[in-house]
């Protein structure tokens, strides 16, 4: 069957009430590689063997998509975190490049959560990482983040603000067991709210 005459197929059938209801919930997370795929972190900085499943199952109960943000160190950096002796990695990604890496990965991300919006989604919550993390940490301020805040968090956090984009930002701060608790229960909260 060639794909013009299943497109016909489908319109005719939506016409006839016969194809099933769209069941998209509308709910997106947006959160940082590592929670998926804990791999992406930097040697030694992993937690569990491949995810941060407690935030994955969140999102699977309340039905909340996923958009992934790249690792802005492996973006920038490598997988290696490549740097001259003596350079944080925080270090060079705030640098020029590393910042204009940064706002590159963030104006991609804002431009696809712009147009999930104006298709009517509700963007649930922006999750970064660790209090430490150089690129994904989040400290809030009012209207805001500080400038402890990852580098990446800040420039994302701007291209949202930049896109008239209100969005809470959160550290799942998976390090600590009590602090990934409230932040779970942070986010739950929102899910329910949002569901």
């Known amino acids: 069957m060639t794909s013009k005459l299943a497109q016909r197929l489908?319109?005719?059938?939506?016409?006839?009430g016969l194809v099933a209801?769209?069941?998209?919930s509308r709910r997106i997370v947006v959160m940082i590689e590592c929670l998926l795929?804990?791999?992406?972190?930097?040697?030694?900085?992993?937690?569990?063997?491949?995810?941060?499943?407690?935030?994955?199952?969140?999102?699977?109960?309340?039905?909340?998509?996923?958009v992934q943000i790249p690792c802005p160190e492996m973006r920038?950096?490598?997988?290696?975190?490549?740097?001259?002796?003596?350079?944080?990695?925080?270090?060079?990604?705030?640098?020029?490049?590393?910042r204009a890496c940064c706002r590159q990965i963030g104006r991609e991300i804002a431009e696809r959560l712009q147009d999930y919006r104006r298709q009517g989604y509700d963007i649930v919550a922006v999750l970064g990482g660790n209090p430490e993390s150089p690129g994904c940490a989040v400290h809030i301020k009012e209207n805001g983040l500080t400038e402890q805040s990852g580098v990446m968090m800040q420039e994302l956090f701007?291209?949202?603000h930049n896109k008239g984009i209100v969005v809470s930002f959160r550290g799942m701060r998976d390090a600590d067991p009590a602090w990934l608790a409230e932040d779970l229960a942070w986010l739950e909260a929102l899910l329910r709210k949002a569901g």
């Open 37 to 66: 795929n804990q791999n992406a972190r930097d040697d030694g900085a992993a937690v569990s063997p491949a995810m941060t499943e407690a935030v994955l199952e969140l999102c699977r109960r309340y039905a909340a998509g996923i």
């Open 10 to 16: 489908k319109r005719y059938a939506q016409r006839l």
């Open 158 to 160: 701007s291209e949202l």
């Open 76 to 98: 920038a950096l490598g997988f290696e975190r490549s740097r001259p002796p003596g350079v944080s990695i925080r270090q060079a990604l705030d640098t020029e490049p590393g």
């Open 21 to 24: 209801k769209d069941c998209r």
